[in-house]
């Protein structure tokens, strides 16, 4: 992965100011991913050293991403991902401060996970643009998912037969969480469409990915569907109104 | 305005709603879709006669406008605007609406009747539209761009609503625009979902839609 051929195409400023401030949100958001995953194998050490490895390829994602980023000439707008993870961080430490694995892996297995997925999935079609980018894109994508798989089939398993309770801890995590990352889903959606994404597609990629996972540990699809998007509305409302989530 | 002792002026106003939404119903379904000017629809504009004869209380509040520029942008003579826009997703809209005060506890009873007796309607259009819209446009990616193209004015329009609809409802009845956004939602994409419309292309669609792009 570190073969990356130094190469800058002419980009516009918008276009470039843009894509420093997703790297560094993915940069840096894949940094906060290791941390939650270690933090998640502190509190369950049966799978302790299975989340160890995830968080290592958590931190190797990270890793890539900014080779690729110099080789690029991006510099990643380290204040903005700082500013955009810190509500998240502050969420993360309250959930382990209460010693609560299932909401750290909720938060990250899930809701992370969703804005992940459904960013780098789109982020495919116009990798090309970005020389290096597209393999190891390809590469953190697959990961991804192999998380989610994990994740979901852990959460079936610690809630076959108790969906009630299952929907009582999506609910309180999802209090926040999707505030949270829903929120910078919004705010980055301007930036995705400055380097030739959707922001609006990722945004409704995110939202139906959510709900499926939702969906796979128990929740009734029209349930799931509109938790999430009810979830989702003020934060639609806020970006209509041109101001920030968070 | 007919006086009602017991409709309060906050029921009255979701009545005058509800008037302008059925109202619009009739008007499109007769003109333009009349298989869906079922006996169900006509009973609920019925019963909302009986209380409801103008606009005085949505006149001057923060909904006037709202409600104004969301019908007008479901208005048309076209069937295939008729069954998208009116059909499909005001029926969606009017459904949450119904649901979400019938199963309430601060609502009294004239508009829990009401909201049952609409609800049963909107129920019958849901049984009912899948089979025009298949018939009238086709299924699958065909529907998905005749939607985007009908119901796209519509959705954009209708983020307007939430403040009032917050300001009106929500602390007395606990019914939010977020809640009836999440209602109408859950319905428009199981509907489509059975048309064979790719879910995650219509959440997308919504998703833009409601985000005025």
């Known amino acids: ?108 297995g899930f809701i992370v996970e969703s804005l992940a997925i459904a960013t780098y999935e789109s982020f495919l079609p116009i990798a090309h643009k970005y020389a290096g980018t597209h393999d190891i894109f390809q590469k953190a994508l697959d990961e991804e998912r192999y998380h989610v798989d994990w994740v979901v089939r852990y959460l079936r398993l610690r809630y076959f037969d108790a969906v009630d309770e299952f929907r009582r801890l999506a609910e309180r995590v999802n209090v926040q969480g999707i505030d949270c990352i829903g929120g910078t889903m919004m705010n980055i959606s301007e930036y995705l469409d400055k380097i030739g994404m959707s922001g609006a597609y990722c945004a409704g ?24 998007v009810g979830m989702f509305m003020p934060l639609i409302r806020k970006y209509r109104r041109g101001e920030k989530t968070k | 305005m007919n006086e009602s002792a017991d409709l309060d002026r906050s029921e009255a106003l979701l009545w005058t709603i509800l008037a302008r939404f059925e109202s619009l119903a009739v008007a499109q379904y007769t003109a333009s879709a009349p298989a869906l000017l079922t006996p169900q629809k006509l009973a609920a504009v019925a019963l909302l006669r009986t209380r409801i004869s ?94 985007m193209t009908e119901a796209g004015p519509l959705l954009r329009s209708i983020d307007d609503l939430g403040e009032g609809i917050d300001a009106s409802f929500l602390d007395r009845y606990g019914v939010s625009f977020a809640d009836l956004m999440g209602d109408a939602a859950a319905e428009l994409i199981a509907m489509c979902a059975d048309l064979n419309v790719d879910r995650r292309k219509f959440v997308s669609f919504l998703t833009s839609a409601l985000m005025g792009l």
């Open chain 1, 205 to 228: 990629a995110m939202m139906d990915g959510y709900t499926r996972l939702l969906e796979t540990v128990g929740f009734e699809q029209k349930d799931a569907t509109k938790h999430v």
């Open chain 1, 1 to 108: 992965m570190n073969d990356v051929t130094t190469l800058t195409a002419p980009r516009s400023r918008a276009e470039q100011e843009s894509i420093e401030k997703l790297m560094a949100l993915a940069i840096f958001g894949e940094k906060v991913a290791a941390k939650i995953y270690l933090l998640c194998a502190q509190l369950q050490p049966e799978y302790g050293s299975l989340l160890t490895t995830f968080a290592k390829m958590e931190a190797n994602h990270g890793a890539w991403f900014l080779d690729v980023s110099r080789a690029n000439g991006i510099e990643p707008d380290r204040a903005f991902a700082d500013n955009e993870l810190s509500y998240l961080l502050a969420q993360v430490d309250e959930h382990f401060a209460k010693r609560d694995f299932d909401a750290l892996i909720i938060v990250q």
């Open chain 2, 54 to 147: 103008d606009d005085a209380y949505l006149a001057g509040s923060g909904l006037e406008a709202p409600i104004d520029a969301l019908l007008q942008s479901a208005t048309s003579s076209r069937e295939d605007h008729v069954l998208i826009a009116q059909g499909l997703f005001l029926e969606a809209i009017g459904e949450a609406i119904y649901r979400n005060f019938r199963d309430n506890e601060a609502t009294g009873e004239p508009t829990r009747a009401l909201c049952e007796r609409g609800f049963a309607a909107g129920a019958r259009a849901r049984e009912m539209i899948p089979g025009l819209l298949r018939a009238r446009i086709g299924d699958g990616d065909v529907l998905l761009q005749a939607i």
